[in-house]
């Protein structure tokens, strides 16, 4: 049995911040028993956690030049995102200064010219519209306590559809409960045409937004779905079998 070592404890004023390692995998962590980032050491760009499979589905739906990530975590969508296309422009903005400092000292973050780190609250970056418009934003803002509230608000998705480029898609991590939250529904529909989700079997609550019709219709697209899940190395189609329209 491996030994799990905690490699690193952090704490601020949102609360604690922890690295956990025990030799094939490395964690970050906001609370007990959570798992906010999971890392296989010798394969950092093989998402691990289904949330983050299932945020990749994107993938299939446009081919982005350029990408926010808001909440970088241990910067697991950055890692595989890098991985599939090393020219995608990314800008991640992260509240917490320290989880920026362990992504990069414990999380092998790809540093280079084409990845931007922001320390800042998401919801005043998307509120400054200083950054470029995008063609993917990937909300994955959490907090010990759960999704950052900001996330599901109707301030926070027209922020985010005013960030992204005409044919852009955007991309929520919730939890499953909110798959019953019919006012975050009415949010996102009153600003996009087309509004699809996945539930995780890690009981997260995906949505796909986007006003680009016919986008989702690659999820029937075998080679594309065989294609991403070889460069991902991951069988994304396991995320597609809980995949539709959110009505």
């Given amino acids: 049995m491996s030994d799990i070592k905690v490699l690193h404890q952090a704490n601020d004023q949102f609360g604690t911040i922890s690295v956990i390692d025990d030799d094939h995998f490395r ?36 081919k982005p030049k350029s990408a926010i ?24 903005v992260e509240l917490r200064a320290d989880v920026i ?10 540093i280079g010219k084409k990845l931007q780190l922001v320390n800042q609250d998401a919801n005043v970056f998307l509120q400054e519209k200083l950054h470029k418009k ?11 306590q759960g999704v950052d509230k900001n996330q599901l608000t109707e301030v926070f998705i027209t922020s985010c559809l005013q960030q992204l480029k005409t044919d852009g898609l955007l991309v929520l991590n919730c939890w499953k409960e909110h798959s019953r939250d019919q006012q975050l529904l009415a949010h996102l529909k009153a600003q996009f045409s ?11 609550w995906v949505v796909f937004a ?36 959110w009505e």
Avoid at 103 to 110: E, G, S
Avoid at 134 to 144: L, P, Q, R, S, W
């Fill in 210 to 245: 986007t006003n680009t019709p016919g986008c989702f219709e690659a999820a029937n697209n075998k080679a594309a779905i065989q294609a991403l899940s070889q460069q991902l190395e991951v069988n994304v189609s396991r995320s597609l079998n809980r995949f539709g329209p």
């Fill in 69 to 92: 990530i808001l909440g970088l975590g241990g910067g697991a969508l950055i890692h595989a995102l890098r991985h599939c296309d090393a020219a995608i422009k990314l800008t991640a």
């Fill in 134 to 144: 995008v063609d993917v934003i990937y909300a994955d803002m959490y907090v010990e």
């Fill in 27 to 62: 964690i970050l962590s906001f609370g007990d028993n959570d798992e906010q980032s999971k890392m296989l050491r010798l394969a950092p760009y093989i998402p691990q956690h289904t949330y983050v499979q299932a945020m990749l589905l994107s993938l299939l739906f446009i």
């Fill in 194 to 204: 087309e509004v699809f989700a996945c539930l995780t079997n890690g009981g997260n």
């Fill in 101 to 110: 400092d362990i992504a990069k000292r414990y999380f092998q973050l790809p």
